[in-house]
T-cell receptor, first 113, second 114 residues
Framework: DGGITQSPKYLFRKEGQNVTLSCEQN?????MYWYRQDPGQGLRLIYYSQIVNDFQKGDIAEGYSVSREKKESFPLTVTSAQKNPTAFYLC????????????FGQGTRLTVV | AQSVTQLGSHVSVSEGALVLLRCNYS??????LFWYVQYPNQGLQLLLKYTTGATLVKGINGFEAEFKKSETSFHLTKPSAHMSDAAEYFC????????????FGTGTRLTIIP
């Protein structure tokens, strides 16, 4: 079945550590996105990529980094520079064209311990 | 620029009652509009979308929404609430211009009262 796979589902990080969240899709979509979700704040865009080897900062990119070396993969690294990383992280992808919806993974819940 | 405002972060309705979740958008060009639903600790699932054509859009689970350009609104409705409708709902907008990103509202948590 086609879809988006995020792993792990739960992740715990010690303060000062970098962690990488995985996002893989087999939908053959060009565009991929990372969103952060906090209670009462909706989804905020961290980074997005419309094509391999290219990505743009979203609204809250500070403290995060991404890569897009393959069409299927768009990993997100939460660096130690991100001061409040505890949140629910959602990855999405979409085919070309603004009328098409984004398809979402099941999310990764990151907690700083 | 584009933005979405969802009025009411929490809405409670009785089982069997009308569900109305409000969404107003701002967009400098004709928009594409979406409603998503999220159950606890899960990703988002598309309920329905408006692109062009008919302004009344029907989606899954008995939901529908009407695009009203004059009111810049895209409110989500369901005639009769069911317990399984309890979830968080997000309205989103994307400009009808190139391959623009989606912009989401802050969400409305729907509670169903038995």
């Amino acid at each position: 079945d086609g879809g988006i796979t995020q792993s792990p589902k739960y992740l715990f990080r010690k303060e000062g550590q970098n962690v990488t969240l995985s996002c893989e899709q087999n939908l053959n979509h060009d565009a991929m996105y990372w969103y952060r979700q906090d209670p009462g704040q909706g989804l905020r865009l961290i980074y997005y990529s419309q094509i391999v080897n290219d990505f743009q900062k979203g609204d809250i990119a500070e403290g995060y980094s991404v890569s897009r070396e393959k069409k299927e993969s768009f990993p997100l690294t939460v660096t130690s520079a991100q001061k409040n990383p505890t949140a629910f992280y959602l990855c999405a992808s979409s085919p070309p064209g603004g009328s098409t919806e984004a398809f979402f993974g099941q999310g990764t819940r990151l907690t700083v311990v | 620029a584009q933005s979405v405002t969802q009025l009411g972060s929490h809405v409670s309705v009785s089982e069997g009652a009308l569900v109305l979740l409000r969404c107003n958008y701002s967009s400098s060009v004709p928009p594409y509009l979406f409603w998503y639903v999220q159950y606890p600790n899960q990703g988002l699932q598309l309920l329905l979308k408006y692109t062009t054509g008919a302004t009344l859009v029907k989606g899954i689970n008995g939901f529908e929404a009407e695009f009203k350009k004059s009111e810049t609104s895209f409110h989500l409705t369901k005639p009769s609430a069911h317990m399984s409708d309890a979830a968080e709902y997000f309205c989103a907008v994307r400009r009808n211009f190139g391959n623009e990103k989606l912009t989401f509202g802050t969400g409305t948590r729907l509670t169903i009262i038995p």
